[in-house]
């Protein structure tokens, strides 16, 4: 078995890193959109909002673990963007990325509806629909609510995911706070929990265009149809552009506050006796 495992291995190095993109935001939406199917599909007897806020939050935690040692787990093309921004990523392998990315994203969906084809069958009686009482496209993808406009939902998501760059910034920088390696991908669940938590009910927290668009693209396939873009006011590129606004602003915000202040080495610390 290890001989054969050995013939499979890939020494690309860009493709491994793709490889592990795509599994890292499998893990993601397996876990997040998973949750929502169980909280939707039992209406709520199986599970609640918070449910779902936890399903992401630990989807994205071992969606790091899964990838950070091959790819950096990036999991996101608004992360990937950002980081060729501060050159800390290369822009050749950005649509790489960003189609592993979405890839990863896809597949997940694709599983999650296999996994509940049964019950969201059961639920929905037979209907695919985006809108509606039975509506089950939200389970995949994200819409807003009735109330939203499309500036609110431009504004709610480009402030969610700008919260997520700040804390994802400072989880990094070492001459802010040392952090251990292996806590990093459990803070980095906890940041999307709490942004779950404070500003989900808006549109229910994109904040990362490969997580929306993979499932939407796969519910259009699957047969919900067209109105998986046409919902919302035509909602289905706000949560693709937005967070990549959300992103930059996020993290200029955080360079021009935080880490561009940093000394170029670390002072001595003073003697308490001094």
């Excluded at 793709?18 to 199986?46: H, R, W």
Aim: with cysteine; glycine share 10%; proline share 5%.
């Amino acid at each position: 078995m290890e001989r054969l495992l050995k013939k499979c291995q890939i020494r690309n190095q860009l493709i491994r890193e793709c490889m592990a993109e795509c599994l890292g935001v499998y893990v993601l939406i397996l876990f997040g959109c998973g949750s929502v199917a169980q909280v939707v599909t039992t209406e709520d007897k199986k599970g609640q909002y918070l449910s779902i806020n936890l399903g992401f939050a630990l989807g994205v935690t071992f969606g790091v673990f899964v990838s950070r040692g091959v790819s950096g787990a990036h999991l996101n093309p608004a992360v990937s963007l950002s980081l060729c921004v501060l050159g800390r990523h290369s822009w050749v392998k950005l649509p790489f990325y960003i189609f592993f990315q979405v890839l990863g994203a896809f597949l997940a969906a694709a599983t999650v509806a296999l996994q509940y084809y049964d019950a969201i069958q059961a639920y929905s009686g037979g209907d695919l629909t985006v809108t509606g009482p039975t509506a089950t496209a939200g389970i995949f993808s994200t819409y807003p609510a009735d109330y939203l406009s499309v500036w609110g939902g431009i504004v709610d998501q480009v402030i969610g995911t700008a919260a997520l760059l700040l804390c994802v910034l400072a989880l990094g920088d070492h001459r802010n706070s040392s952090i251990p390696h292996y806590l990093q991908p459990v803070l980095v669940g906890a940041a999307v929990l709490v942004i779950g938590i404070s500003m989900g009910s808006n549109s229910g927290y994109a904040l990362n265009p490969a997580r929306d668009f993979g499932p939407r693209l796969f519910t259009y396939i699957a047969g919900w149809g067209a109105d998986v873009f046409k919902a919302g006011s035509s909602w289905w590129w706000v949560p693709i552009v937005a967070p990549c606004v959300g992103a930059l602003l996020g993290t200029l915000i955080y360079e021009l506050m935080v880490e561009v202040h940093h000394p170029s080495e670390f002072p001595s610390p003073s003697s308490p006796c001094a």
